[in-house]
């Protein structure tokens, strides 16, 4: 299994639509976990932290759910400036580094 | 206040030449990283550096050299470039281990040829 897997997509929606992401670890002693955003030939940029009460930013919701090792991000009403590929991110096991998931594709139209 | 910069922005070398690609920071970050970007990849860490003069093996580290004998500086050499290693290379500062969150240069594309 691989440390951190994403579906990769792409995931062409319209604007306005509600699109949630899925991204599973496996190793069940990370304690950091993230979401980044990678806009096309530029460099990852934090987009949030996700916490395991969940936590909620303008449109975008993340969930952590230990057990199952699994983390989602949900974004409402997506907008064209959404399109982007989206990194699920945890802590390696000595906890020095970021383990990132290749990534999911994201293109909203109009 | 550039924060973390990398130069070149763009190289074409050779198979068998050294390159050397060069990380900068401003913040004064403990944590430095190189990241190699493929497509089918995703990210990998190369190396990684803790402080000035403390390296570490990432996931990808053969054919590749660091050094950090500078708080702000950690450049990345190919020794021996091969057509392999042809990708895009980010470098990354962390802002402090309970936040983790990585602040990433604007990458170096290389293309080997």
């Known amino acids: 299994r691989k440390e951190v897997e994403q579906d990769p997509g792409p995931f062409n929606v319209p604007e306005g639509a509600t699109v949630a992401f899925n991204c599973t670890y496996s190793?069940?002693?990370?304690?950091?976990f993230f979401w980044y955003r990678q806009d096309c030939r530029k460099e990852p940029k934090l987009l949030m932290s996700?916490?395991?009460s969940g936590n909620e930013d303008g449109r975008f919701t993340a969930q952590l759910n230990r057990a199952s090792q699994y983390i989602s991000l949900l974004i409402r009403d997506s907008k064209l400036s959404d399109s982007a590929t989206y990194l699920c991110?945890?802590?390696?096991?000595?906890?020095?580094?970021?383990?990132f998931g290749k990534g999911t594709t994201l293109s909203v139209s109009s | 206040d550039a924060g973390i910069t990398q130069s070149p922005r763009y190289k074409i070398t050779e198979t068998g030449r050294q390159v050397t690609l060069m990380c900068h920071q401003t913040w004064s970050h403990s944590y430095m990283f190189w990241y190699r970007q493929d497509l089918g990849h995703g990210l990998r860490l190369i190396y990684y550096s803790a402080a000035a003069d403390i390296t570490d093996k990432g996931e990808v580290p053969d054919g590749y050299v660091v050094s950090r004998s500078k708080t702000e500086n950690f450049p990345l050499t190919l020794e021996s470039a091969t057509r392999s290693q042809t990708s895009v290379y980010f470098c990354a500062t962390l802002a402090g281990i309970p936040s983790y969150e990585q602040y990433f240069g604007p990458g170096t594309r290389l293309t080997v040829t």
């Open positions: 991110v945890v802590n390696n096991q000595a906890g020095t580094a970021l383990i």
């Open positions: 190793n069940s002693a990370s304690q950091s």
């Open positions: 996700v916490y395991s």
